[in-house]
């Protein structure tokens, strides 16, 4: 599948956004949606998982309270919504997707699950 990430910003600390992920080439109830992010001088971490067939969602701790993410079966997309933020948050995210069995089998959180990828989108958290 192929993935289109955008949405990203200058956001005030405290601050939200909503990042979009448009999925083509599949369909969404056959995969795990996550986001990722890396901040720079960072290795890239997971953020947050969406599994549509279910409705069953994933969070990291870091933002686990402050972010919600969702989609859209209709619209094939997926959105990763960010409230709170902090400067901490800010990293080039991206969305990749997964075969439905890894998000069973638990290893949604892991980057070697994941073959495909979009390109990217710049979050920067600062006053």
């Known amino acids: 599948v192929q993935l289109q990430a955008s949405g990203g910003g200058l956001v005030q600390p405290g601050g939200s956004l909503r990042l979009s992920c448009a999925v083509s080439g599949g369909t969404l109830a056959y995969y795990g949606i996550s986001w990722f992010r890396q901040a720079p001088g960072k290795e890239r971490e997971w953020v947050s998982c969406?599994?549509?067939?279910?409705?069953?969602?994933y969070y990291a701790e870091t933002v686990k309270g402050r972010s919600t993410i969702s989609g859209d079966n209709a619209k094939n997309t997926v959105y990763l919504q960010m409230n709170s933020l902090k400067p901490e948050d800010t990293a080039v995210y991206y969305c990749?997707?997964?075969?439905?069995?890894?998000?069973?089998?638990?290893?949604?959180?892991?980057?070697?699950?994941?073959?495909?990828w979009g390109q990217g989108t710049l979050v920067t958290v600062s006053s």
């Open positions: 969406l599994s549509s067939n279910e409705g069953r969602t």
């Open positions: 990749a997707a997964t075969p439905i069995g890894v998000v069973y089998s638990g290893l949604y959180y892991r980057l070697s699950s994941y073959g495909d």
